[in-house]
């Protein structure tokens, strides 16, 4: 267990939002029939930049946006389970993971004094727009997936704005 102290900012906060909890009986379907998979960036907010609210769209996220196994293997329970029938990837400008070459990222892991992460991919790319392209094929092709309707994006950390790339 990490020290108690860790956690304590958000665990007193969770306790105001429990006496308050408004989602209690929120169905676990996607209410708008959506999935939305963008990166981790502490400035993108999923919901309210799309005018979603709780219990609308089911939320992926991991560095990048990429369409990995594992977004491929939730969209397959989130299309077939959990009322899913569209899916945004949204990648967004000033991202680190197109900021640099693999080695780059490596590179910097290693000066933050992290150990030699040679073996993990880290996805970057050079060209985002290629990129949210390919995996929206990605999506589009796979068998699990040929009903499901996905589209890709780019969202403007400095606009708020979202635009369509394909
Ligand atoms: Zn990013």
Redesign the pocket.
């Known amino acids: 267990m990490p020290d108690e102290s860790t956690f304590a900012d958000v665990l007193a906060a969770n306790e105001e939002y429990a006496e308050g909890f408004p989602l209690a009986g929120l169905p676990s379907r996607a209410a708008r029939g959506l999935a939305v998979l963008t ?3 502490s400035r993108i907010e999923p919901l309210d930049m799309l005018g979603l609210r709780p219990g609308d769209a089911k939320i992926l996220r991991n ?3 990429r369409v990995t196994d594992d977004v491929l293997r939730t969209l397959v329970l989130a299309h077939y389970l959990l009322g899913v029938e569209r899916a945004m990837v949204i ?2 400008t000033d ?4 900021a640099g070459s693999e080695d780059d990222i490596h590179a910097a892991v290693s000066d933050a004094g992290g150990p030699d992460t040679r073996s993990l991919a880290f996805l970057v790319t050079s060209d985002q727009q290629a990129t949210v392209r390919e995996d929206v094929q990605r999506v589009r092709s796979w068998p699990y997936l040929s009903h499901l309707e996905a589209g890709g994006f780019l969202y403007d950390v400095a606009t708020g704005r979202v635009a369509q790339v394909c």
């Open positions: 990166c981790i960036d560095a990048g946006a990648a967004h991202c680190r993971m197109a």
